[in-house]
């Protein structure tokens, strides 16, 4: 893949987590029970959905951070692209283990994989960007 072609796949890549990321985050903040059902996970009764607005603002501001990053550049998106790895890796794993254990319905797998693709696609572009030292 050449120079233009990975920072295609790039700019491509970070609009679409970052829509994802930020309409979800927004959605489990301002209409937390329409948005798990429109996940087709479980609503949490009471207390729970100011938890999962909570969590939304989290979700929010790393979609946002990738929007951040196309505004920024180059060296903002390969920033963003090796900061959030971390985050979606322990948001996945949480997501598998917690169904596993039949603490969350298996819908949240969706988050799982959703997450572990990112950051397979993540680290494959920045896996290429540092051997070829091309920018993004």
């Known amino acids: 893949m050449n120079d233009a072609a990975v920072k295609l796949w790039a700019r491509r ?3 679409a987590a970052g829509l994802m990321d930020f309409t979800t985050g927004l959605g ?6 329409l948005t798990l059902r429109l996940m087709l996970v479980p609503v949490p009764g009471g207390e729970g959905l100011v938890y999962v607005r909570f969590l939304g603002v989290f979700v929010g501001a790393v979609g946002l951070s990738y929007l951040w990053a196309l505004a920024r550049g180059t060296a903002a998106l390969r920033a963003v692209f090796g900061f ?3 985050f979606r890796v322990g948001a996945g794993a949480f997501c598998a283990v917690a169904v596993g254990l039949g603490a969350l319905a298996p819908a949240w797998l969706t988050v799982t994989l959703a997450d572990f693709g990112l950051v397979a696609l993540q680290a494959g572009l920045l896996r290429r960007e540092w051997g070829r030292r091309h920018e993004l």
């Open 28 to 33: 489990l903040v301002v209409l937390p029970a």
């Open 13 to 15: 890549l970070a609009w």
């Open 84 to 86: 959030t790895i971390p």
